[in-house]
């Protein structure tokens, strides 16, 4: 940008609308001049002389009465075509005001066509100077060598506000928009035009660094995915800006372009709460939240929040993970207005003493067991402290729970309880298989539990993996080519498994629906083409990131099941079943846990896993391996 552009685009407010005045006093001027030339004649020296009153008075009128009519208060940029209806209604009255000085004042010769044409010749002049304006602007930032060139994916009213919003940014140059109508191609929105998907190549080329801005709220998820997979064929990076309220109200700045949602790499649509469902869970209730500061538990604290608890008792046995949650959920609730209760505890849920003290100081009607390990290879490496903490854990807690009357307690498992090849899904089944048998002889509190596959987001998804990877440009690191998962936000899993408590009936294993699996090869590769980079593969090997494929990690599976048995029956919730699956008799499964209870006392993961295999279905440890020394410690 040349320094006399950059001094006039830096001008402030004040002095740009003076310019504006000054142009429009001049223009006004010639206006005059011409039409008089036009209907008399160039004028003689002694006529000049009679009109200067006139020629110095008309030009200062002119910008009085523009201003009154509002012209000024339009920005540059911002000009369309309503700027005509503005610009149209002041020169008539312009023109109106001459006409009656010319009627009352006799002492000057003015033909009485000359406001006509004074009005007809300046319309045109004015305009035209506004064109030549937004143009010079536009210009002068879309010359700027650190302006960043967008194009919007979108033509509905939402792409439209997103240009008008665009305007006000000195960072970003809006090209024009996207749209895949063919009979929208070659139109033009705020002057942009608006392109076909085939030339989005054609626009690479024109446009280095072109990013894609995806304007599309209101359309499905599927509709997202399935835009999002059409422009990986170009070589540009997607993203969206912050929502239009938040720039409004000043919290975010248009230039803060963001990657795209990752429910929106999902390619699913979540479905709305049962908003009675919420209010017979949560409202007026105590609840008690173990786990609270991991991913799943802080997120149900969030909801609970926002559903006018009586309390919120939030656990958890790390003071970093609570301290987090506590200064999420606080500001969380501030910025809403949200008015809650919540007490944060520091206890380990294997703690009887501590978690019988907690029960019955604050007496929950609820209770959201998320309190786990869960990583599955640090699971394998700590074989006793994994038994320890989501199987025995879980027996001590469920056990106060129903001893002090507590109205729901509801397991939070996960799907890979199902056929577990690992030590974490092994010890998850086995908690459901307690649960399942509290039911049988605790009919003063419903127990159940809730399954469902990955969290998008949580920490131990692979999204923030990928997205740390692909920053620091990589590799990629992908365990296997062909593994699947099921993935879910964490806010849609946390709304399913609250509504999911009170559905039960009692025993219940609900099953959340997790729509079709992902290939996390897939994921990675959309990833990496979403950030504006390719795949360096040896089919493209001057590509920018590499993926690397590290082999199956101890335990792992290449897909997961959310199902044991067969014919799921649905609930009241389209996104909510339940599974017909086997329990083991109170006896049986009471003798059993009393063995893995010695065996950790004496640290015998060798004894403890042999009882784990004979408790859950088709468990076998590593499909009988040795087990690791430190296992053993």
Not at 203 to 226: D, E
Not at 282 to 302: R, Y
Not at 545 to 571: H, Q, S, W
Request: proline content about 4%; overall charge neutral; glycine content about 6%.
């Amino acid at each position: 940008m040349e320094p006399i552009q950059q001094k006039i685009l830096g001008l402030s407010r004040f002095y740009k609308r003076f310019l504006l005045m000054a142009n429009d006093a001049v223009l006004s001027f010639f206006a005059l001049w011409i039409s008089f030339s036009l209907r008399v004649g160039p004028p003689s020296a002694d006529y000049f002389a009679s009109l200067i009153t006139v020629l110095i008075a008309v030009p200062i009128v002119s910008v009085f009465c523009l201003w009154m009519t509002g012209l000024y208060n339009y920005l540059l940029r911002e000009i369309d075509l309503r700027i005509l209806n503005t610009l149209a209604f002041g020169i008539i009255s312009i023109a109106l005001l001459f006409s009656i000085f010319n009627f009352f004042d006799s002492t000057i010769f003015i033909p009485r066509s000359i406001p006509i044409i004074f009005a007809i010749v300046l319309f045109p002049l004015i305009g035209v100077s506004r064109i030549i304006g937004r143009w010079y602007y536009r210009q002068a930032m879309g010359l700027h060598h650190n302006t960043q060139p967008v194009v919007i994916y979108g033509t509905s009213d939402t792409g439209i506000n997103t240009a008008a919003v665009l305007d006000y940014s000195r960072d970003l140059y809006l090209v024009g928009f996207i749209d895949d109508d063919p009979s929208l191609k070659g139109s033009k929105i705020k002057g942009r035009l608006i392109y076909g998907t085939n030339e989005l190549a054609e626009l690479c080329v024109r446009f280095p660094n072109l990013r894609v801005l995806v304007s599309i709220s209101n359309a499905s998820a599927k509709r997202k995915h399935q835009i999002i997979e059409n422009l990986q064929a170009f070589p540009v990076q997607v993203v969206s800006i912050p929502p239009l309220n938040e720039i409004a109200d000043g919290t975010a700045r248009v230039e803060n372009l963001q990657e795209i949602d990752i429910q929106d790499l999902l390619g699913r649509d979540s479905v709305p709460p049962i908003e009675e469902l919420f209010h017979q869970a949560l409202q007026g209730k105590t609840v008690f939240v173990s786990g609270a500061g991991g991913s799943i538990g802080s997120e149900i604290c969030s909801q609970i929040a926002a559903n006018h608890p009586k309390l919120i008792i939030a656990v958890d046995n790390s003071e970093l993970a609570l301290y987090g949650l506590q200064q999420k959920l606080i500001s969380k609730m501030h910025e809403e207005g949200i008015e809650s209760n919540v007490e944060f505890k520091l206890a380990d849920i294997t703690n009887e003493i501590a978690v019988r003290h907690l029960i019955k100081s604050y007496k929950p009607d609820v209770v959201y067991h998320a309190a786990a390990y869960k990583h599955v290879p640090i699971a394998e490496k700590n074989i006793l402290s994994t038994i320890q903490n989501n199987v025995l854990g879980t027996y001590s807690f469920a056990n106060i729970c129903a001893e002090e009357k507590v109205r729901h307690f509801i397991l939070i498992s996960t799907d890979k309880a199902v056929r577990p090849t690992n030590v974490m899904g092994a010890s998850k089944r086995l908690a459901e298989l307690v649960i399942q048998m509290m039911h049988q002889s605790h009919k003063n509190t419903i127990f159940s539990m809730v399954r469902f596959g990955n969290v998008l987001g949580s920490s131990g998804s692979v999204i923030p993996l990928f997205r740390k990877q692909i920053e620091a440009g990589g590799p990629v690191t992908v365990t296997h080519p062909k593994v699947i998962r099921f993935f879910m936000t964490i806010t849609e899993a946390a709304q399913l498994v609250i509504q999911s408590g009170f559905i039960s009936k009692g025993g219940d294993v609900f099953v959340l629906d997790m729509g079709e699996q992902i290939t996390i090869d897939q994921l990675a590769r959309l990833m990496i083409q979403l950030s504006g980079k390719t795949v360096r593969d040896k089919d493209h090997p001057n590509g920018d990131i590499e993926i690397v494929y590290t082999g199956l990690r101890p335990g792992e599976k290449l897909y997961e099941e959310l199902l044991i048995g067969d014919n799921p029956e649905a609930t009241i919730h389209p996104k909510i079943m339940v599974a017909n699956e086997t329990s083991i008799k109170k006896p049986v499964l009471q003798k059993n846990l009393r063995s893995l209870q010695n065996h950790i006392a004496v640290q015998d993961a060798v004894k403890a896993i042999t009882v784990m295999e004979q408790l859950v279905e088709g468990f076998k440890y590593k499909n009988g391996k040795t087990l690791p020394d430190d296992s053993c410690n």
